[in-house]
């Protein structure tokens, strides 16, 4: 299959080879020859996970892959109905930060995955989705992703003067505080916790694993 797909554009060749064989085949038509054909140099890569189409972005392009899809004429992403964020330490690339988008044109749904190593920020898309606010906020809370040019970023659930980032696969199932109320000062306080941590080991294999 992609073998017969023209190349009117440089890097298309390079995308092709990184597909999954399902994906190939998808990017015979649709919503993946479209963005492949426009901007082959700035998409990874792409999977196709049952029907659902996974594009695979680095934040550099994050915002013109974006973009792209929400305006461009024949696609239409115009909703992000949710960002997902997906936790991988033994990845180099650690993090997957899931785009959950919505073309009601096209009555299709895409995912744009986000790929970041620790520690790195990824741009805001808020002037693009106004929902992602939130969501930035909460991946910000909860796995230590920095957001570039948010508006207002700040913990969502967790407490002020909270430490880490919860639902981080390496941050501790008994956290590293524990806040209680203190009879004799009358006030709540945050003390060490001095419970042991139960040491964990993860298994990665799994049927689901799509990048």
Same mark, same amino acid.
């Given at each position: 299959?992609?073998?017969?797909v023209?190349?009117?554009?440089?890097?298309?060749?390079?995308?092709?080879?990184?597909?999954?064989?399902?994906a190939?085949?998808?990017?015979g038509s649709?919503?993946?020859?479209t963005?492949?054909? &426009?901007?082959?140099? &700035?998409?990874?890569?792409?999977?196709?996970?049952?029907t659902?189409?996974?594009?695979?972005v680095?934040?550099?392009?994050?915002?013109?892959?974006?973009?792209?899809?929400? +305006?461009?004429?024949?696609l239409?992403y115009?909703?992000?109905?949710?960002?997902?964020?997906?936790?991988?330490?033994?990845?180099?690339?650690?993090?997957?930060?899931?785009?959950?988008?919505?073309?009601y044109t096209?009555?299709?749904?895409?995912?744009?995955?986000?790929?970041?190593? +620790?520690?790195?920020?990824i741009?805001?898309?808020?002037?693009?989705?106004?929902? &992602?606010?939130?969501?930035?906020?909460?991946?910000?809370?909860m796995?230590?992703?920095?957001?570039?040019?948010?508006?207002?970023?700040?913990?969502l659930?967790?407490?002020y003067?909270f430490?880490?980032?919860?639902?981080r696969?390496?941050?501790?199932?008994?956290?590293?505080?524990?806040v209680?109320?203190?009879?004799?000062?009358?006030q709540?306080?945050?003390?060490?916790?001095?419970?042991?941590?139960?040491?964990?080991?993860f +298994?990665y294999?799994?049927?689901?694993?799509?990048?």
């Open positions: 299959m992609a073998s017969s023209q190349t009117p554009v440089a890097g298309f060749e390079r995308l092709l080879s990184k597909l999954s064989p399902k190939a085949q998808e990017l649709g919503p993946g020859l963005l492949a054909y &426009a901007l082959p140099t &700035a998409v990874e890569g792409m999977v196709l996970q049952d659902h189409l996974q594009v695979h680095r934040p550099k392009n994050l915002r013109q892959v974006l973009r792209y899809l929400r +305006d461009e004429e024949s239409q115009t909703t992000l109905t949710a960002m997902n964020v997906v936790d991988r330490p033994t990845a180099e690339l650690r993090f997957g930060v899931v785009y959950q988008l919505l073309s096209l009555e299709h749904r895409l995912q744009v995955i986000c790929l970041v190593y +620790d520690h790195e920020s741009p805001s898309v808020v002037d693009l989705y106004p929902s &992602a606010q939130w969501s930035e906020c909460e991946n910000w809370d796995f230590g992703i920095h957001t570039l040019n948010h508006p207002n970023l700040y913990r659930l967790t407490d003067g430490e880490g980032h919860p639902l696969k390496d941050y501790p199932l008994s956290g590293f505080t524990e209680r109320y203190d009879e004799d000062l009358q709540v306080v945050s003390t060490p916790v001095e419970l042991a941590q139960e040491y964990r080991v +298994d294999a799994s049927p689901w694993k799509t990048f």
